[in-house]
């Protein structure tokens, strides 16, 4: 906090922070690319348009459409290190990079309206214009004039086909000259030929070879074509030659009875007509080749026309960018010491700069409000620390509590709550938080309204919570917390003393049994050596009424001795026996106390469920049998206590051993009639009993017991969900002083859940 070094802005985003490198490629390269590249497209535009000698061939477009994409792609190279620039303080968001991006963004929409315009006009001119070279009526007449030549090709065509198919029927007559003289055959077909106007006539092979021919002195000569097709020619459809380079019409038609022979006549055409012919044709297929790549000039036009436009987009967009730069300058320093100052860094200082004018005075008011932000944060610092180690200490002293504390505000809302507190409640603090305590406790909603119109300032009583199926004894103490404001609170302390008062009680009954035993026990022996003494004296003298007299001695020595087992447990619950321990086997003694079980009741199947290995352990072998015993025979009471009628099916009871965590687990299970769910907790006090007959003293026993070893008892319902489960625990090293404390437990109590 006494650190008053002013930091450096972040100004890497700015246009004169930067390098001399970065100045010289803004200022000296960057124009210079701007301006070769409009003068790039203006001459472009002017070639287009056709003012300059230069034809717009498609390689002159080529060539225009190259300069002006390498002239964009140098300013694309010059302006993407600067929107590169503009996108990472916007990513960043760096100061002012919105402004930047909306100032060219502005210049860019200023750019691009303008071009595409431009793009759409010449698009629809050129479109237009070619529109014009390729009408119909143009084709019409390229195709009618390539039509009127072929024409009089094709007259000399049909010409030619009378004249072969007359002479070859001329020939055919004279078939015998071929073979008797064959010179006048030559002169027959001379004058065939020559009557006919043909200045060549030959009889050839199918492989084109010349076999005879007439002797016409025409000046010149006439070749057998020698991609004639001679094997698609028939007598009554003869092959006709059109020209192509030559200057002739042809005609071959196979000779009848002249074996594989066929006639070829030859007749000249005017050199003009095929030059005109070729010239027209040579038109044609540019005028077509022009039309095929009508959409590809198209296409090259208007990439030239998006590049030109592309351009001026480029140069405006380097404008906005600079005027952008100076623009916001001073602005990004503002809002950049803003941020850093909602960053927490109240030390920033915006330079002040005179000849940036009103912006300047700004300057000089934001570095006062800094000021005074400076020292408003040191006095709120300064509070918060002491309100902080005040909070530290609040939070250390209810987590080192071992009562529950609840704080709850003057509407009786919850505040705060310590973890002691949660786990009486089984709640956690995200659940209760602000909600009513009297919602949250509806079994202390009766004391919350009586500390609250009281008005006092503590208000103390017990209670019963049951919670998850058990029942603990809380004492209740609310203390009324008072603010300097004035506004009213109170603090909830939750001290759990159910192990308290279950051992007071336990001691009270302990004291009660104590004196019963001393009282009954007396008199018991005097009344039962009577008894016996009157049966063995009087027994003979009575005659009648013998029967009476035994019955009542009886009953008498019968119920004495009932009265005396009874002061026996009594004595056995005042003046337990402290554990004698021994090394033995756990697995062992229950096998032994199953065993007896079992002899004594064969109508109902005992499982043992016990590790092979021994479960070696330190206790009192009697008290565990004992213990053990005892909680069978609840076990066998709790299935005879269902008729027979009513059982749905046979009686069993399941013994099981585990270990877990230095501790013995026994689990007795039977499916019997089961545990109440109400006051459930009680049966493991002294003389509470659901049974008719029973004293209430075995459960409290078996809890002695367990406790005495270091463990407890716990009363669960049966997994199947009908019967009971008897859970017993006992340190495996010994007692209470062997209880396992690397982990931090406290020995396990009786419990009933």
């Not at 759409?120 to 004039?145: E, H, K, P, Q, Y």
């Not at 404001?485 to 308290?500: Q, R, S, Y």
């Amino acid at each position: 906090m006494t650190d008053t070094k002013t930091p450096e802005l972040d100004t890497r985003d700015a246009p004169d922070f930067g390098g001399a490198g970065f100045r010289f490629s803004l200022w000296g390269l960057a124009p210079l690319a701007v301006l070769v590249a409009l003068i790039t497209a203006l001459v472009s535009f002017i070639v287009l348009i056709g003012i300059t000698p230069l034809v717009p061939s498609q390689e002159v477009v080529i060539t225009v459409l190259c300069l002006n994409g390498a002239m964009s792609l140098v300013l694309i190279s010059i302006i993407g290190r600067e929107v590169w620039r503009i996108v990472k303080a916007r990513r960043r968001g760096r100061a002012a990079a919105r402004l930047h991006v909306r100032v060219v963004a502005l210049f860019g929409v200023v750019a691009v309206v303008p071009a595409i315009l431009v793009a759409l006009l010449a698009s629809v001119t050129l479109d237009r214009g070619l529109d014009r070279w390729f009408s119909v009526r143009t084709r019409a007449i390229v195709d009618n004039a390539v039509s009127v030549a072929q024409t009089y090709v094709r007259e000399h065509a049909y010409s030619i086909r009378g004249d072969v198919m007359g002479m070859a029927r001329d020939l055919q007559r004279i078939r015998p000259l071929w073979d008797q003289d064959r010179s006048r055959f030559r002169q027959a077909m001379t004058a065939q030929a020559a009557v006919r106007g043909l200045p060549a006539a030959m009889v050839i092979q199918r492989d084109l070879t010349v076999v005879d021919r007439a002797t016409i002195r025409v000046g010149r000569e006439f070749p057998v074509p020698s991609n004639l097709a001679i094997k698609d020619a028939t007598e009554d459809q003869p092959l006709i030659y059109l020209p192509n380079d030559a200057d002739f019409v042809g005609a071959v038609i196979p000779l009848k009875d002249f074996g594989d022979l066929f006639l070829y006549v030859a007749r000249p055409v005017d050199p003009r007509v095929i030059q005109y012919l070729n010239e027209t044709r040579a038109a044609v297929a540019d005028y077509r080749s022009l039309e095929e790549r009508r959409v590809g000039v198209q296409v090259a036009f208007a990439l030239l026309y998006a590049v030109i436009s592309l351009t001026v987009l480029l140069s405006a967009v380097w404008l906005g960018i600079n005027f952008a730069n100076r623009l916001v300058a001073p602005i990004r320093r503002l809002i950049g010491a803003a941020d850093l100052v909602a960053a927490g860094n109240l030390f920033v200082e915006v330079p002040v700069r005179r000849s940036e004018g009103d912006l300047s005075s700004l300057a000089e008011t934001f570095n006062k409000m800094t000021h005074e932000l400076r020292t408003q944060r040191n006095d709120l610092v300064q509070a918060r620390d002491q309100i902080d180690t005040r909070r530290r200490f609040t939070e250390a002293v209810l987590s080192g509590v071992g009562a529950g504390v609840i704080g709850i505000d003057a509407e009786g809302r919850i505040s705060i709550i310590n973890r002691p507190a949660e786990k009486l409640l089984g709640v956690t603090e995200a659940d209760v938080l602000g909600e009513q305590l009297a919602v949250v406790i509806p079994e202390i909603s009766g004391l919350i309204a009586e500390a609250m119109q009281a008005g006092q300032k503590t208000v103390q009583a017990n209670t019963t919570l049951a919670r998850d199926g058990r029942e603990r004894v809380l004492a209740v103490r609310f203390t009324t917390e008072q603010s300097r404001e004035g506004d009213h609170g109170w603090v909830v302390t939750l001290d759990d003393i159910t192990e308290l008062v279950s051992a007071q009680r336990t001691s009270a009954w302990a004291d009660v049994a104590r004196r019963i035993a001393h009282e009954i026990k007396n008199p018991l022996t005097p009344i039962q050596l009577s008894a016996e003494r009157l049966r063995r004296r009087y027994g003979k003298v009575i005659g009648e009424d013998r029967e009476v007299f035994d019955q009542c001695t009886d009953t008498i020595i019968r119920q004495v001795g009932d009265i005396g087992r009874m002061v026996d447990e009594f004595s056995s619950f005042a003046r337990m026996p402290k554990p004698v321990v021994e090394a033995l086997d756990v697995a062992e003694t229950v096998r032994q106390a199953v065993f007896l079980m079992r002899v004594g009741n064969p109508d109902i199947t005992i499982d043992c469920e016990v590790p092979n290995a021994p479960v070696e352990a330190k206790f009192d072998r009697r008290l565990i049998s004992q213990a053990l015993t005892n909680i069978v025979k609840n076990a066998t009471e709790a299935i005879t206590a269902i008729p027979p009628e009513e059982r749905t099916e046979p009686p069993r009871i399941e013994v099981k051993l585990k270990t877990e965590h230095g501790m013995a687990i026994v689990d007795v299970i039977d499916n019997g009639k089961g545990l109440p769910t109400e006051n459930r907790a009680r049966l493991l006090e002294p003389y509470v009993t659901t049974r008719e007959k029973g004293t209430g003293l075995g459960l409290a026993i078996v809890g002695k017991i367990m406790e005495e070893h270091g463990g407890g008892i716990e009363l669960l319902d049966a997994p199947s969900g009908k019967g009971a489960m008897i859970r017993l625990r006992f340190s495996l090293d010994g007692g209470p002083s062997g209880v396992n404390t690397a982990v931090g437990e406290r020995p396990i109590r009786s419990v009933a859940v």
